[in-house]
């Protein structure tokens, strides 16, 4: 089934502990990108990637870093989370960076205590 | 500064009674503007893209239009499992890996 895979669903940590949210899709897509959704603020991109190798800052970049090493892969990094990052958290792809249909992920929510 | 507002932010309808949701951007240069419609706990799916000023696109009881301006959402006789936040977000040509969004309508359609 193709699908974009997000884990872990639900996580809930302390300040400063340093996470990884893993985002996985298995469609062979160029393009990938993280989203964090907040009440009132809707959805606003964090990263996002092109392809292997190649990631830019969306709107909301600070404290939080990505990779993109494979291209099935998209790996979200809180070196140091604080509460103010607590969310529910989105990957997509897309097949090229043009292309108008994202497919997401079921989302990660996200608590920074 | 590009920019996706939303209205209103929850539109309540009884079942069969039609409306529309209301989408105005502001961008430098609009590759694309994007309408998802997201239930509870999931994440947004895909409904339509619109490129150009007079465009208009159809899937069941949706129709999405475009003006320079705004982006209109109508729903004709809904039906409560119409009931989902529904998402605007536009792509500016300039930069097309950035996707900015709108705070969404929250519809509940009641039987």
């Known amino acids: 089934e193709a699908q974009v895979t997000q884990n872990p669903r639900y996580l809930i940590t302390v300040t400063g502990k340093k996470l990884t949210v893993t985002c996985s899709q298995n469609m062979n897509h160029e393009y990938m990108s993280w989203y964090r959704q907040d009440p009132g603020l809707g959805l606003r991109q964090i990263y996002y990637?092109?392809?292997?190798?190649?990631?830019d800052k969306g709107d909301v970049p600070e404290g939080y870093k990505v990779s993109r090493k494979e291209k099935r892969n998209f790996p979200l990094i809180l070196e140091s989370p604080s509460p103010n990052q607590t969310s529910l958290y989105f990957c997509a792809s897309s097949p090229r960076v043009r292309d108008e249909k994202l497919f997401f992920g079921s989302g990660t929510q996200l608590s920074v205590l | 500064e590009d920019q996706v507002t939303q209205s209103p932010e929850a539109l309540r309808l009884q079942e069969g009674e039609s409306s529309s949701l209301n989408c105005s951007y502001t961008?430098?240069?609009?590759?694309?503007l994007f309408w998802y419609r997201q239930d509870p706990g999931k994440g947004p799916e895909f409904l339509f893209t619109?490129?150009?000023a007079g465009e208009e696109k159809e899937k069941e009881r949706l129709k999405a239009t475009l003006t320079k301006k705004e982006s209109f959402l109508h729903i004709t006789a809904p039906k409560p499992e119409d009931s989902a936040t529904y998402l605007c977000a536009v792509q500016a040509s300039s930069n097309t890996g950035k996707l900015i969004f709108g705070q969404g309508t929250t519809l509940q359609v009641k039987p």
């Open positions: 961008v430098s240069g609009l590759r694309g």
């Open positions: 619109l490129y150009s």
């Open positions: 990637s092109m392809n292997v190798e190649v990631t």
